[in-house]
């Protein structure tokens, strides 16, 4: 999620220091490793593997295959409490080569005996000793593996019957010296279908870490992987939202060259920040996440600070009390620069270890005088990672290995659920902060109204296949979770916000900015619904005088033309269930109208679909209210997906 993770984790590494240092010189082969020690060995040097979870992208006849070893994780980042354990004498890892074995998912069968060969070796998928001598890992090591798909269907055909295989399971094995096999199970779709689409509606993550968030709790992927997992994935555009407690001015002008050098026609990088951010309230935990983006007319300048300063936030040292950015004043930043703001993950929990707190709908969201937000805040990235069911097994929980315990596999968990936290955020402040900006319009639309936007991010640090972290708040009532961590299921590319973007995103992503800040979007996990007024009657919303979502409209309530709808979705998410109308006054929302879905369009509506508001709208008077919609897909597993709109604003100006 974000460094909020960081500082219990570096505090328990500090307790076990001593105990990591013993259990490397212990380590004089594998049968010389203890569970405990194992435990322990994890707390400090991190093994990853990450593939895609799915592949969408039929041009791509390779699954890229992310290897990364860390030989102790207390080297990354320049918080002082790090500081105080880099002195810690870890000796280099030898790296001999790495393992992959591959079956059907679901199968139940066994993992075949014999490694997938990708190169003429003999012991290892793929062998990283030269003259058989291996890799020296002193401090840190990453890799990609492109395994072929053809050598994948070429190997199951060999030891299974019935391929090809839609879905795979693989066993990654790597191999160090003196060190059991360090073994990590992912589950991949090799045939995913293509994502539904509406034509101008770009799928993006407004929330993603690269290899630039780097501290001894995270760290993200380089963008070369991160792009082929991106459009594996189907997105089009990816902010790179890494922390403001991580980069110096070097990075940060590192990671821009990084982005030019990775943008084409078919994905776009947007380089940003998620901000450290000291709450208005005066309060002992006031620790805030801001996701600031940069201007639209210019989005490579940054930030650049008063005086000519550099063009990153740096917040503090990372530590605990460490200075942070008052709110206001970071705010005031990103104006300046002509860029605009989304509150991070409100209402998820920041550990008071980091002094971390939530968002005040009055002193946070709202600028002094309470009629406006904050100068530079558009909204709030209220959906915040799709997670739906957790494991505390971060390296098997899809239970794939053959004594794995179904009880530490993937499990519904009901606090991390990705609707209960959405609605919540929606109950507590989205939904009373549009009341509120009513409100601002006055009873007779004397006034315009403040416009607040929701938006969408999967929050993922890599994370292709699956979450593995560890989490501070879940280390106070599950303290494994603090040593070995633990898996939930959000990954890249489950969670993404589509901004509507009529020419094209733009080279720089500069259309794509201009969506998020107009509110221009739409939120997703699958299905697509949007709306808007089609003023000039001709069966489009895609025109320049159309209304679409986030804009305004304004008619005599007689004349009012009829809102279209526009819906699709596809067999991985099932048929829309229900597709609800919100309409906000300043009383608050009514209830929830359904839509009748016509008959044999509950995949897609097939092109767009009136409906006179009229009737919802005669009530307001001459003041302003908005209408949004909420879609809902349930598939055959029986699992629920959504879509929400962000709103349109409408006022009658007459009867």
Excluded at 268 to 275: D, L, P, S
Excluded at 330 to 359: C, E, K, M, Q
Excluded at 513 to 529: C, F, K, M, Q, W
Excluded at 571 to 585: A, K
């Amino acid at each position: 999620m974000s460094d909020w993770r960081l500082k219990l984790f570096v505090a328990t590494l500090a307790a076990l220091a001593l105990g990591m240092a013993a259990a490397g010189r212990a380590r004089s082969s594998p049968q010389a490793v203890t569970t405990f020690e194992e435990k322990v060995s994890r707390a400090g040097v991190f093994f990853r593997a990450d593939s895609p979870r799915l592949l969408r992208d039929s041009r791509d006849s390779y699954l890229p295959l992310f290897l990364e070893i860390i030989n102790g994780v207390e080297k990354a980042g320049h918080s002082s409490l790090a500081t105080a354990v880099r002195k810690i004498k870890r000796d280099p890892l030898e790296l001999e080569g790495v393992k992959i074995f591959v079956e059907p998912a679901g199968s139940h069968r066994q993992f075949p005996d014999e490694p997938l060969m990708l190169g003429p070796y003999r012991d290892y998928s793929e062998d990283f000793q030269t003259n058989g001598k291996p890799i020296s890992i002193p401090d840190r090591w990453s890799h990609t593996l492109e395994i072929p798909l053809a050598e994948v269907e070429r190997y199951l055909s060999e030891h299974f019957i019935g391929s090809p295989f839609r879905t795979i399971d693989l066993r990654v094995e790597i191999n160090v010296a003196a060190w059991p096999a360090q073994e990590i199970y992912l589950r991949v779709a090799v045939h995913a279908p293509q994502l539904p689409e509406i034509p101008n509606w770009y799928r993006g993550d407004v929330h993603y870490h690269s290899a630039y968030t780097d501290n001894p709790a995270e760290r993200g992927y380089p963008l070369a992987v991160t792009k082929q997992a991106a459009m594996e994935a189907g997105l089009r555009w990816v902010i790179l939202a890494d922390h403001s407690t991580d980069p110096d001015p070097e990075r940060y002008e590192a990671e821009l060259r990084d982005v030019e050098s990775y943008r084409d026609g078919r994905l776009v990088f947007i380089r940003a920040e998620e901000v450290t951010v000291e709450s208005a309230k005066d309060l002992a935990l006031g620790t805030l996440h801001l996701l600031a983006l940069p201007s639209p007319d210019n989005p490579e300048e940054g930030f650049p600070g008063p005086a000519g300063q550099d063009s990153v936030f740096m917040t503090g040292d990372g530590s605990p009390g460490s200075a942070a950015t008052r709110i206001g004043e970071a705010l005031t930043r990103i104006t300046a620069a002509g860029g605009f703001a989304y509150a991070a993950h409100p209402f998820d929990p920041i550990s008071p270890l980091l002094r971390g707190g939530s968002w005040d709908l009055d002193l946070d969201f709202l600028a002094p005088d309470g009629k406006k937000l904050r100068d530079g805040l558009v909204g709030l990235e209220a959906w915040n990672r799709a997670t739906t069911e957790t494991a505390d097994d971060a390296r098997d929980p899809y239970c794939l290995h053959r004594e794995a315990d179904p009880a530490a596999c993937f499990q519904p968990d009901p606090q991390a659920n990705q609707y209960s936290r959405l609605e919540k955020a929606m109950s507590v402040a989205w939904i009373p902060l549009l009341r509120k900006g009513l409100e601002a319009g006055g009873k007779e639309g004397e006034g315009k109204p403040f416009k607040v936007f929701l938006a969408a991010g999967s929050d993922a640090h890599g994370d292709f296949n699956y979450e593995a972290t560890m989490d501070v708040v879940d280390f106070l009532s599950k303290p494994s979770r603090g040593v070995s961590g633990y898996a939930e299921d959000n990954a890249f590319g489950k969670l993404a916000t589509l901004a509507y973007c009529p020419l094209g995103m733009g080279p720089r992503g500069e259309s794509v900015l201009r969506a998020l800040r107009d509110g221009h979007t739409i939120l997703s996990n699958g299905p697509l619904v949007t709306s808007g007024f089609d003023t000039d009657g001709n069966g489009s919303l895609d025109d320049p005088e159309d209304i679409n979502v986030g804009s305004s409209a304004e008619y005599s309530l007689s004349s009012f033309p009829p809102l279209e709808l526009l819906w699709t979705t596809c067999d991985e998410f099932g048929p829309f269930v229900s597709i609800r109308l919100l309409v906000g006054t300043m009383a608050g929302e009514d209830p929830a109208i359904a839509i009748p879905l016509p008959a044999g369009k509950s995949m897609a509506s097939g092109g767009l679909v009136s409906m006179n508001v009229s009737p919802y709208l005669g009530k307001l008077g001459k003041a302003w209210g908005y209408v949004r919609f909420e879609g809902r897909t349930k598939n055959d597993a029986g699992e629920e997906f959504r879509c929400y709109t962000n709103p349109i604003w409408v006022r009658a100006t007459a009867p």
